[in-house]
């Protein structure tokens, strides 16, 4: 029987990554779960699709939730413009309203559906932009409410583990590592911005350039 | 200026009392928010549009998250019948995967967008169908999450406080309170079908008869 793992895959270069992770640590039979929550452009979903149909998933679910219903953010309000990256200790405006805690909600809802009980999101508190829902302390007070609300935890013994593999990561060493489990990161998206190429100004841009210099490689979504 | 307060808006009973219960202690610009998430039938979301219509409401948001996706409970999956009730301790298959942290989550995305800082919910553990989130262990540690993975919490000191103000009330009581705030419950449905009249055989039912028995009152719904 297949060990089974849920991987939040938005396709970016974590998600990508934490993908690779999760089967190089045991787990072989892997979902994968994907939101259009009403962000800009769908760039980084489609190569979710493209790492998925790479990767041999299970199964790969995609959820429509438009969180721009409400907004709050310049990733999903048409009225507010995706900064570049300032060196400031402030959280962007890129910081999608509580984004990490609705993700890993209906996370644990599927992952409950099909009795999975390991749960893989990529987020880092290291080279980070500052978004209080990457950070240790709330996935742990996360795990411990899925834990409280869920059936296979409270009545049955089950309970749901979170994964943040490279929450204490430097992000050279989380792509050293992925090119190490064979990773495309041609096949991953970070860019905020939907243009052709990613546009390098981004928060999003210049955390991925800087890894990837330090990691000593080039990045290959750059030059394909 | 208004004091806001967001409500969990199923167009059920408990959540219909709670829009009352919530101005009646003193908040006076009240949101809204109900999901479209996959259940069999709309009837209960009529009744929350109706409800908000006649409460006066300052925003109700509807939600469309298809939960049917992955199923794993007979209000979402065709393949699974709603049952009658029973009297037993056993969970019914009507629990939804995590719903009740799905529904958080999500109302605390657009609460922190709103700079609102109450949630209500009506979610009870008396007279309940032993769904183990709506146990106050359960809003205890989705609260600490919402507080831990939110700007307004973590970075301005404002965190968010989810009431449950009828977790430990009679069901019964609660409909004596709700009729003294003047809420008309022929605007509310419970039943977990969609048929013409509530069935009268499924647990909601079942709950919300012996309620209103209990209480001295007719259902204003049967009568309609």
């Known amino acids: ?130 978004y209080v829902d990457c950070r240790q302390t709330f996935i742990t007070a996360m795990e411990n409410a899925i834990n409280q609300g869920t059936v296979c935890a409270v009545s049955h013994n089950n309970p749901i583990k979170i994964h943040a593999p490279f929450i204490n990561m430097k992000k050279s060493d989380e792509i050293k590592l992925g090119i190490s489990l064979g990773i495309d990161y041609s096949n991953t998206w970070s860019c905020y911005k939907g243009t052709e190429k990613p546009c390098g100004r981004c928060d999003s841009c210049v955390l991925r350039k800087k890894a990837f210099k330090e990691a000593g490689f080039s990045d290959p979504l750059l030059d394909k």
Do not use: C
């Open 1 to 130: 029987m297949g060990k089974k793992a849920l991987v939040l895959l938005s396709g970016g270069l974590d998600s990508g990554t934490a993908l690779y992770y999760a089967k190089s640590i045991g787990f072989n039979e892997i979902y994968a779960i994907s939101f259009l929550y009403g962000q800009k452009h769908t760039k980084e979903l489609n190569m979710a699709k493209k790492l998925a149909d790479n990767f041999g998933i299970k199964e790969h679910k995609i959820v429509n939730l438009d969180m721009s219903l409400w907004g709050g953010s310049s990733l999903t309000d048409n009225s507010l413009d995706i900064p570049d990256y300032e060196d400031n200790n402030k959280i962007p405006n890129t910081y999608v309203p509580a984004r990490n805690m609705v993700f890993l909600s209906i996370a644990a809802s599927y992952a409950e559906s099909r009795e999975i009980y390991d749960i893989f999101i990529g987020v880092s508190e290291v080279d980070y932009s500052g």
